[in-house]
C-alpha cells in the first residue's frame, strides 16, 4: 500500500474516533440527557470538536492530502477518500479553531432555546442566538467564497454536491407551476376520504410492537441496528454496523408513526449496506442528504403507501386493532394514509404539498444569505409565503417559523435537500419499475430483490460516487425533476378521479 495513504489513514482514524464521540453526545442529547445537561454538556462538546478540528485541518494532514492528489497507484476508494477530504479541508481550513469552538458550544446550547422558545410560542426568545448562528455561518461562507460564487451557492454545495441556486431555483419553479394548481384541484375533494378511523386511540405498545415489526419487515437488520425514542425522529450511525434510528408514538394518530418506522428504516438500510472496506472512514457514509432521504422516502412514499406494499401486512395491522379497524377495508386504508390534507406542520404534510413547506424555506434561506433580511422580519415573511402557497397562515410563532430545528443546529441549506430527495425516490422508482416487477415483489411480501437492487446500485457505495454520479451509472440519466412531478400528477389524479 501507498505508505503516505498508510500514514493519512492513522491520522484520520483518530478523527473518526472523536466524530462518533460527538454522534454519541447528539444521540444521547435526543434520545436520553436530562433537561438541563446541555448548558454544562456543552462545554464537553465544544472540546471534542476542536479536538476534531485540529486533528483534521492541520499543514502535515494537509500536505498529504496534496502529495496524494498527484499519485496515481490508489484504487477508486483511496482516490473518493482523498477527494472527500481535499472538500472538507476545503470547508474548514480557513476558520480559526477557537471559532470553530464557540461555534459547535453554541450550536449544542441552541437546540434548548429553540425548544423552550417554541413551547412559549415566542421566536422573540429565539431570535438573539438565531441572529448568532447566521452571522457565524455568514462569516464562515465569506471565508471561503470566491469570484461569481454567492454564499448560499457554498452552503448548498456543502450538502448536495454541484447543486447552487440557479440549478434549485429551475428545480422549485417546475415543482410550484406543477403542484400548486394540482394541489388546489385536489382540495376541493377533500372532503371524498373520511380519515376518521385513523384518530382513535391506538395503545401506545402496540404501536411499538407493530411498528418493530415493519422496520424488521422492510429490511432494517436489528444486528447492526437499534430503535429508540424522541420527539422528532432521525437517524444516526457511528457506523456501517451501529446504525441508530428513533420513532415517536402518539395515541391519537395510528399512521404518525407508522410512516415514521419506515421512513427512517429506510435510511438506516442504507448506511447498514456500505461497504466493509470504507467502514470507518470518511466516505463509509451516505453520499448526500438528498440521496439519504431519497432512501428514506423511496420505502416511505413509494413503497410504503402502495396498496401493494399493504396487501399482505393488512390483515396483520387490522388483527392488532380489531375495534378500531374493524370497518376499514384496505382501499380505505390506501386512500386514507395517501389523503391530501395540507397542513402547517412540515412534518406532518402529505406527499402532495411537502414540496412547498420546502420550498418556502428555501426562499426564505435564499433571503437570509443574498438579501439580508432582518432577523427580527422573518416570522412575518414566513407567514405571507405560507398564506400565498397554502391558503392558510399559522396561528403563533410553534406551528410557524419555530416548528424545525434546523436552523437552531446551524444547518442552512440543508431543506432543499428534502425535495430533491422526493424527486431522485420518484426517478429511481419509475427506472426500477421498468426493469423488475416491483409491485409484484411487494404483493408477494417479497422485498428482498427490490432491497437488494438499491444495495448493489447505491448503498454500497458510501460517498465514493455523489448523487448525480450514482444515478448516472444507474440509468444512465442524472437527476430529472419531470419524473417527480409526473409521479405526483398520476398518484393524485387516480386517487382523487380528477380525469
Ligand atoms: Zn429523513
Known amino acids: 500500500m501507498n505508505k503516505t495513504y498508510e500514514q493519512l489513514m492513522k491520522r484520520i482514524e483518530k478523527v473518526m474516533a472523536y466524530q462518533a464521540a460527538l454522534t454519541l453526545f447528539e444521540w444521547d442529547a435526543e434520545t436520553g440527557a436530562p433537561e438541563e445537561s446541555m448548558e454544562y454538556t456543552s462545554k464537553t462538546i465544544g472540546i471534542l470538536s476542536h479536538e476534531y478540528f485540529t486533528n483534521l485541518i492541520n499543514d502535515d494532514v494537509k500536505k498529504m492530502i496534496t502529495k496524494l492528489g498527484d499519485e496515481d497507484d490508489l484504487d477508486f476508494n483511496q482516490k473518493a477518500m482523498i477527494k472527500n477530504l481535499k472538500k472538507q479541508f476545503e470547508q474548514m481550513e480557513h476558520i480559526p479553531p477557537a471559532e470553530y469552538q464557540a461555534y459547535e458550544e453554541l450550536t449544542a446550547k441552541a437546540s434548548g432555546i429553540w425548544s423552550r422558545a417554541k413551547q412559549k410560542k415566542s421566536f422573540a426568545d429565539f431570535a438573539p442566538t438565531l441572529e448568532e448562528i447566521i452571522n457565524y455561518q455568514k462569516k464562515f461562507a465569506s471565508y471561503r467564497v470566491k469570484k461569481d460564487k454567492k454564499p448560499y451557492d457554498i452552503l448548498l454545495n456543502d450538502f448536495e454536491e454541484g447543486f447552487d441556486s440557479e440549478k434549485l431555483d429551475e428545480f422549485f419553479k417546475k415543482i410550484k407551476e406543477a403542484v400548486i394548481p394540482l394541489l388546489k384541484e385536489v382540495s376541493k375533494k377533500n372532503d371524498t376520504v373520511d380519515k376518521s378511523y385513523n384518530y382513535q386511540k391506538f395503545e401506545i405498545e402496540k404501536q411499538r410492537e407493530f411498528c418493530k415489526y415493519l422496520c424488521g419487515y422492510v429490511g432494517f437488520d436489528f444486528n447492526k441496528g437499534v430503535i429508540a425514542e424522541s420527539a422528532h425522529p432521525f437517524t444516526t450511525n457511528l457506523h456501517n454496523h451501529d446504525v441508530r434510528i428513533t420513532t415517536h408514538y402518539n395515541e391519537n394518530n395510528l399512521e ?13 438500510i442504507y448506511e447498514m449496506h456500505i461497504d466493509d472496506v470504507i467502514t470507518q472512514t470518511p466516505v463509509g457514509t451516505g453520499t448526500s442528504m438528498g440521496m439519504h432521504e431519497s432512501q428514506s422516502r423511496f420505502f ?27 370497518d376499514v377495508t384496505l382501499e380505505h386504508f390506501i386512500k386514507g394514509i395517501n389523503k391530501s390534507a395540507p397542513s402547517m406542520i412540515r412534518t406532518e404534510a402529505d406527499e402532495l404539498s411537502y414540496p412547498l413547506h420546502i420550498l418556502i424555506r428555501y426562499e426564505i434561506e435564499k433571503m437570509i444569505f443574498e438579501e439580508d433580511v432582518k432577523v427580527e422580519d422573518l416570522p412575518k415573511i414566513w407567514n405571507k409565503k405560507y398564506e400565498e402557497y397554502m391558503g392558510m397562515e ?46 409484484q415483489y411487494l404483493k408477494d411480501g417479497n422485498l428482498t430483490p427490490i432491497r437488494e437492487y438499491l444495495n448493489n446500485h447505491i448503498h454500497k457505495f458510501g460517498a465514493t460516487k455523489n448523487t448525480n454520479e450514482l444515478l448516472k451509472d444507474m440509468m444512465d440519466e442524472e437527476l430529472n425533476a419531470d419524473y417527480y412531478i409526473k409521479y405526483l400528477t398520476e398518484k393524485y389524479t387516480k386517487l382523487y378521479n380528477l380525469y
Open 256 to 268: 404518525s408513526s407508522i410512516f415514521s418506522a419506515i421512513h427512517e428504516s429506510g435510511h438506516g
Open 300 to 326: 416511505e412514499n413509494m413503497i410504503g403507501r402502495s396498496e401493494a406494499f399493504w396487501t399482505p401486512i393488512f390483515p396483520k395491522l387490522k388483527e392488532m386493532y380489531k375495534e378500531q379497524l374493524k
Open 394 to 439: 399559522p396561528e403563533d410563532d410553534s406551528e410557524g417559523i419555530l416548528q424545525d430545528i434546523h436552523w437552531a443546529g446551524g444547518s442552512f441549506g440543508y431543506f432543499p435537500s428534502y425535495a430533491i430527495g422526493s424527486a431522485i425516490a420518484a426517478q429511481i422508482y419509475s427506472y426500477m419499475e421498468s426493469i423488475m416487477p416491483i409491485e
